[in-house]
C-alpha cells in the first residue's frame, strides 16, 4: 500500500445545492446523487491527492480498461440519522476490508484506510443535509474503483480512479419477492469471482433475470454451478430460510458474497436465541420443507432492502407460495436492525460509527 503522506483533501464546493429541488418522499433507488463526490487517482505506482468535487460528469479516454475489460469493484453501504440529527455509518470497515478484497481479486491496488475514513467522513459531512432522519430513510453511499488506463491490451492497468457518490434512499415496502431457483444459469463458479462485489458479476446477472421476470418472478436464487442443487445467493442479498424456528443459511465460499446484513442478521439471531444453522440449503431440502408446511419463511438480507421477505418460489415447474405474516423473523430482524441503524436501540456490538 503506497500513498502520499498528506491526507488533507482539496476541496471544491457547489456554488448551489440541488436538495431543495429533490422530492424525498417519491425517491427512485439510485437515481439522485447529492451536491459532492469524492476522488483519488492512482498513477505511477501511487493513489495521488484526494478531492471532493461537486457531483458531475467526469470524462475518460473510449480506450480506458474499465470499458473493456471490466476491471470495477465497487461497495454499498449506508448512513443514517437519528432524531437528534446525529448520523451513523453500519460497520463501515467490514465495507473498507471488502472493496480492498474484491480489488485485490481483480488486480486493483489496494486504497489507503486513512483516504477511506477520511473522505467518506468529509463527504457525508458537507452532505450532511442530504440524510433524512426517520426509520427507512438513509443515504445510499457508493464507493467504488475504475481502471482508468488509456490502453486496449489486455492486462492490468497502470492507472484508476477511486470514488464516492453519495444517493439518498427510502426503504419502501415492495411486498414479498417471487423468485426462481436457477436451474440453468450460475453466477459464480469455484476460483472465480462471486464473493467480490465485481462489477462483471452484476451484468452477467441481467439476462438470466430477465428470463425470469419473464415468467413473473423478480429474482434469481443461484445455486451452486456444477449440480445445482445448492441454494447459495440472491443477486445482492445472502438469503435465509426458516424450518420451523431454526434459520438456515449457506457458509460463505469463494462464490458467495460475504455480506455485512448477513452477518449482522447472524449474530443478532444468536442474541435473540434464534438456533441458526450455516451449512449448506439444497433445493430438495426447501421444497420437502415446503411440501411438509415446515418452510415457514424464505428472506434475503443485504443493505439496499434491510430484509426482503420472499412470497413464492419456483423450481422444476413446481410453484410454492409462502404466506408473509406480521410475526415473520424477517419483520422481526428489520426492526432490530433499523433501531440500532437510527441509534433507537442499544448497541451491544459497536456497530453504529458516528460520523
Ligand atoms: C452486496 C451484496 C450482498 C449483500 O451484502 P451487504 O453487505 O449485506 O449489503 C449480497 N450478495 C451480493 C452478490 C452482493 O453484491
Redesign the pocket.
Known amino acids: 500500500m503506497t500513498k502520499l503522506a498528506t491526507y488533507e483533501i482539496d476541496i471544491v464546493k457547489s456554488n448551489t445545492s440541488k436538495l431543495e429541488t429533490v422530492d424525498f418522499e417519491n425517491l427512485v433507488f439510485g437515481r439522485t446523487f447529492t451536491d459532492h463526490m469524492f476522488y483519488c487517482d492512482y498513477k505511477d505506482g501511487q493513489w495521488q491527492q484526494p478531492k471532493i468535487v461537486p457531483y458531475g460528469p467526469m470524462t475518460f479516454e473510449p480506450s480506458a480498461r474499465v470499458f473493456h475489460y471490466g476491471q470495477a469493484v465497487f461497495e454499498?453501504m449506508k448512513a443514517y440519522k437519528d432524531e437528534d440529527g446525529n448520523a451513523f455509518l453500519f460497520r463501515p470497515e467490514e465495507n473498507y476490508e471488502r472493496i480492498n478484497k474484491s480489488a485485490a481479486r481483480l488486480a486493483i491496488p489496494e486504497f489507503p484506510k486513512e483516504y477511506f475514513f477520511e473522505g467518506l467522513t468529509t463527504i457525508l459531512n458537507m452532505d450532511k443535509d442530504w440524510i433524512k432522519s426517520g426509520k427507512g430513510n438513509s443515504l445510499y453511499i457508493r464507493p467504488f474503483v475504475i481502471a482508468t488506463e488509456p490502453a486496449i491490451s489486455a492486462s492490468p492497468a497502470l492507472t484508476y480512479r477511486f470514488m464516492i457518490i453519495c444517493s439518498p434512499a427510502k426503504a419502501y415496502y415492495t411486498g414479498g419477492v417471487r423468485v426462481l431457483f436457477a436451474e440453468k444459469y450460475s453466477r459464480s463458479a469455484n476460483g472465480g469471482v462471486g464473493f467480490a462485489?465485481a462489477a462483471g458479476?452484476y451484468a452477467a446477472q441481467f439476462y438470466p433475470t430477465s428470463l425470469a421476470q419473464a415468467k413473473g418472478f423478480q429474482q434469481i436464487i443461484w445455486t451452486d454451478a456444477n449440480t445445482h442443487e445448492n441454494l447459495e445467493?440472491a443477486?445482492?442479498?445472502?438469503i435465509f430460510f426458516r424450518v420451523n424456528d431454526t434459520l438456515i443459511t449457506a457458509p460463505t465460499s469463494d462464490r458467495i458474497?460475504d455480506?455485512?446484513?448477513?452477518k449482522s442478521v447472524i449474530q443478532l439471531a444468536k442474541d435473540s436465541d434464534v438456533k441458526v444453522e450455516v451449512r449448506p440449503v439444497s433445493v430438495k431440502e426447501i421444497k420437502e420443507a415446503a411440501r411438509n408446511d415446515s418452510l415457514k419463511e424464505i428472506f434475503g438480507?443485504?443493505?439496499a432492502a434491510v430484509i426482503s421477505p420472499i412470497s413464492a418460489f419456483e423450481h422444476g415447474g413446481d410453484i410454492f407460495e409462502l404466506e408473509l405474516k406480521s410475526d415473520s423473523y424477517a419483520a422481526f430482524f428489520k426492526e432490530k436492525m433499523l433501531n440500532i441503524q437510527h441509534n433507537l436501540a442499544e448497541d451491544p456490538h459497536g456497530w453504529r460509527y458516528k460520523i
Open positions: 454499498g462485489k458479476n445467493e443477486g445482492t442479498m445472502n458474497l455480506g455485512v446484513t448477513r438480507a443485504g443493505t
